[in-house]
């Protein structure tokens, strides 16, 4: 299979098998289109037609490239990897969600959690539970020596000293198991002080912070208990955690809605602030809501992914660029086979747990019965709904054994198809079409940056 397409000036086509990626001209193109499905003289007759200019040796030439590439299994290469789907079911864990928090300072009007009945009830995680936690990751985490763990809520910060006395025993762990752990916090920014600096500073592999762009997209969802929006109290305070972490790893994390679909506008406003590491996400909700995304939407939406890709080349070239997180693509190592396969390993290889210590397949199943797994001091008890998680990959899904996007995305969220289907074998269509654009621009960008 192969994905061809025509951005920002750029002639790009895309071998899916393989990865490999190829700039070409006009002629190349319609020929590459045209020639697994037409007889090669035929080819020839099309090319000479469109392309008056070009010799026939000039032509010949170009289908004899092409045929090189294909015995080299650069284009038209075959999917050979379905065998492997089977070998992602039993991976050991490697990663915990720790909602520490279920209670949160703010009441961001798009949260997922929102109506779960679990939140803002469930109180925070006890040390014991958090312990336990850890012991329970290790226990399972077989030969892996990489362990990661995410504070996340609810605001984690309402459970600060939990989260550092969880840290303090898993560092203390960390000799004896001959393993590593790397943390990442989550947090709306609202409690940061000097002593949360420091010390994520010191223990964080990675600080994940939200804000949602200008301050009127900003304030429209994430407010405080009292009624008003947040941005003029969080941004400051996420700015000094930012320029104190340095060169170490940090995301704004922002979310778009359908009352901001020109979210492009929101990411630009935030590299002017300074930060360099961006992320924005598609709202994660039913569909009936009113601020979710529909398929009407995507023409903006798709437009916006465009207009952002162009103004990173821009400023690139200029000297003041910045990172998107779904414009970064490894294109030439990137991902194992497996988890090109089978995706983030939810519901077997990373799970979340909650502050009893309840196992869900991620902090997005939470409060849902359907999908509790079991808890820190059982262990997984619903196998069952592992091997479910374990057989659910791109060759299980039929939209995605036809995809050209399927190596990239690997199926998709879960929790999203859930959402969209009521199925975590499902599709979320909207969500597959904005993944494929986020891919075109990210392969344009590195095409763009070599050229």
């Known amino acids: 299979m192969i994905h061809c397409y025509k951005l920002c000036g750029y002639n790009i086509v895309l071998d899916v098998a393989s990865g490999c990626i190829h700039r070409v001209d006009?002629?190349?193109?319609?020929?590459?289109?045209?020639?697994?499905?037409?007889?090669?003289?035929?080819?020839?007759?099309?090319?000479?037609?469109?392309?008056?200019?070009?010799?026939?040796?000039?032509?010949?030439?170009?289908?004899?490239?092409?045929?090189?590439?294909?015995?080299?299994?650069?284009?038209?290469?075959?999917d050979t990897f379905s065998y492997m789907a089977d070998n992602t079911a039993d991976a050991p864990l490697k990663a915990l969600c720790l909602n520490v928090s279920h209670n949160c300072n703010m009441t961001c009007g798009y949260c997922f959690v929102a109506g779960s009945g679990s939140f803002n009830t469930g109180g925070l995680?006890?040390?014991?539970?958090?312990?336990?936690?850890?012991d329970f990751l290790a226990g399972c985490s077989?030969?892996?020596?990489?362990?990661?763990?995410?504070?996340?809520?609810?605001?984690?910060?309402?459970?600060?000293?939990v989260v550092k006395d969880i840290v303090a025993y898993a560092r203390g762990l960390e000799k004896d198991i001959e393993k590593k752990f790397r943390f990442t916090l989550t947090t709306n920014g609202w409690l940061?002080?000097?002593?949360?600096?420091?010390?994520?500073?010191?223990?964080?592999?990675?600080?994940?912070?939200?804000?949602?762009?200008?301050?009127?997209?900003?304030?429209?969802?994430?407010?405080?208990?009292?009624?008003?929006?947040?941005?003029?109290?969080?941004v400051p305070k996420i700015k000094r955690l930012v320029q104190a972490r340095r060169e170490k790893g940090y995301y704004i994390r922002g979310t778009f809605t359908r009352a901001n679909?020109?979210?492009?506008?929101?990411?630009?406003?935030?590299?002017?602030?300074?930060?360099?590491?961006?992320?924005?996400?598609?709202?994660?909700?039913?569909?009936?809501?009113?601020?979710?995304?529909?398929?009407?939407?995507?023409?903006?939406?798709?437009?916006?992914?465009?207009l952002l890709a162009q103004e990173m080349l821009r400023r690139r070239k200029a000297g003041n660029g910045f990172s998107f997180y779904h414009f970064l693509l490894d294109l030439t190592g990137g991902p194992c086979v497996s988890k090109r396969i089978a995706g983030c390993g939810v519901g077997r290889e990373y799970l979340a747990v909650t502050p009893q210590g309840e196992l869900y397949p991620c902090h997005q199943f939470i409060g849902n019965n359907e999908y509790l797994?079991?808890?820190?001091?059982?262990?997984?008890?619903?196998?069952?709904?592992?091997?479910?998680?374990?057989?659910?990959?791109?060759?299980?899904?039929?939209?995605?054994?036809?995809?050209?996007?399927?190596?990239?995305?690997?199926?998709?969220?879960?929790?999203?198809s859930f959402n969209a289907s009521d199925s975590i074998g499902?599709?979320?269509?909207?969500?597959?079409?904005?993944?494929?654009?986020?891919?075109?621009?990210?392969?344009?960008?590195?095409v763009a940056e070599e050229t």
């Open 426 to 446: 499902g599709i979320y269509e909207l969500g597959c079409e904005l993944f494929k654009k986020r891919a075109e621009c990210a392969i344009m960008m590195k």
């Open 373 to 416: 797994m079991g808890d820190v001091w059982h262990g997984i008890t619903n196998t069952g709904l592992r091997m479910e998680f374990g057989k659910t990959n791109i060759y299980t899904r039929d939209a995605c054994r036809g995809c050209w996007a399927r190596f990239y995305c690997s199926g998709g969220c879960a929790a999203n």
């Open 261 to 306: 679909l020109h979210f492009a506008s929101d990411i630009l406003y935030l590299a002017d602030l300074g930060f360099t590491e961006l992320s924005f996400e598609p709202v994660v909700t039913k569909p009936h809501v009113p601020f979710a995304l529909t398929l009407s939407d995507l023409p903006v939406l798709l437009r916006e992914y465009e």
């Open 26 to 78: 006009d002629a190349a193109f319609d020929a590459i289109l045209m020639y697994e499905n037409a007889d090669k003289t035929d080819v020839f007759g099309s090319i000479k037609e469109k392309y008056p200019e070009i010799a026939d040796n000039g032509i010949s030439e170009l289908l004899s490239d092409i045929d090189t590439l294909k015995a080299q299994r650069k284009l038209y290469s075959r």
């Open 125 to 134: 995680m006890s040390f014991e539970t958090g312990k336990r936690a850890i």
């Open 142 to 161: 077989g030969k892996r020596r990489n362990l990661d763990i995410d504070f996340f809520g609810g605001e984690p910060l309402l459970n600060w000293r």
């Open 192 to 234: 940061i002080d000097d002593d949360v600096i420091n010390f994520t500073n010191r223990e964080m592999h990675n600080v994940v912070l939200s804000i949602d762009g200008r301050p009127e997209t900003h304030d429209a969802f994430r407010r405080l208990e009292a009624g008003h929006g947040s941005f003029n109290e969080v």
